[in-house]
């Protein structure tokens, strides 16, 4: 490898280190490990996979995307699907000796082939994947990193892999993870205020949680200008100009 790669490496080690909320983990990927393994959206899926099925909720996930559509919300959303799409990519790895692979062309499998048909419909925008696996010996559990790209070949240098992959399973293993919301379940709650749509439900409850706009754009996959709408839409309907007062109708 030439210098610049090495560099690049180094540099994706280094800022590992400094990684201490969900936010960071997203803006380093898309500056530092996205100029090593070019990629849209990763997926990280962990749990008993032995004991799991596609319909009980033994597997957990988490979501750094940068396209619209597809976030840690949706995925969860979709988990009966989600379940059983990583379930098959699982034995695929266990199949590959529990080494790391590459599935290009995904338009192009055979249409026996199930990971074509078990993505949900907001993948279909996705190509190419790699899959990395880890093994906790202690727990029993297992984890599955799954990059998509939108190209239709998926360029990995094997080297890369090798260097990166444990340093982004640590820093998954110590950041908080988001927690799916039943935004449907907040407005049940709430039945004496104004129709809040699902998405400004969701919007609320991060900004609850103490999240920037910049962070509930991250979680949700929608731009900064589109969460301010949101926000602006919420106080209307709520007839309020503060969040703190849309969080405390919320709250009641």
């Known amino acids: ?6 560099e690049n490496i180094f ?13 960071d983990f997203f803006t380093w990927l898309q500056r530092e490990v996205n100029a090593l393994l070019p990629h849209d959206m990763l997926l990280a ?15 957990s996930y988490d979501v750094a995307s940068n396209l619209s559509g597809i976030s840690s ?13 990583l379930l ?8 590959n000796n529990r080494c790391w692979f590459v599935i290009n062309q995904l338009d192009n499998l055979a249409s026996s ?14 190509k190419s994947l790699v899959v990395y696996g880890v093994t906790d010996v202690r727990s029993g559990n297992e984890c599955l990193y799954v990059f998509f790209s939108k190209e239709n070949v ?20 110590k950041i908080k993870h988001l927690q799916p919301i039943d935004a449907e379940g907040v407005f049940s709650a709430n039945s004496n205020l104004p129709m809040l749509s699902v ?18 754009g991250v979680i949700l996959a929608i731009s900064q200008n589109t969460v301010k709408s949101h926000v602006k839409r919420v106080f209307q309907k709520l007839n309020v100009t503060k969040r703190a007062q849309a969080i405390a109708m919320l709250s009641q």
């Open 1 to 6: 490898m030439n210098n610049t790669r090495w």
């Open 11 to 23: 540099s994706v080690i280094q800022q590992s280190y400094s990684i201490e909320t969900h936010l």
């Open 45 to 59: 899926c962990w749990g008993n996979f032995n004991e799991a099925t596609a319909e009980n909720n033994q597997l």
């Open 73 to 85: 919300q949706i995925v969860n959303n979709n988990s009966l699907e989600m379940n059983a799409c």
């Open 88 to 95: 098959s990519l699982h034995k695929r790895w266990l199949d």
């Open 113 to 126: 082939d199930q990971i074509q048909v078990l993505f949900p419909s907001n993948f279909k925008q996705l």
């Open 154 to 173: 998926f360029n990995v240098p094997d080297l890369v892999m090798g260097m990166i992959m444990p340093h982004v399973d640590n820093v998954l293993r």
């Open 199 to 216: 998405r400004e439900l969701e919007v609320i409850h991060w900004i609850k949680s103490g999240k920037t706009n910049q962070e509930i």
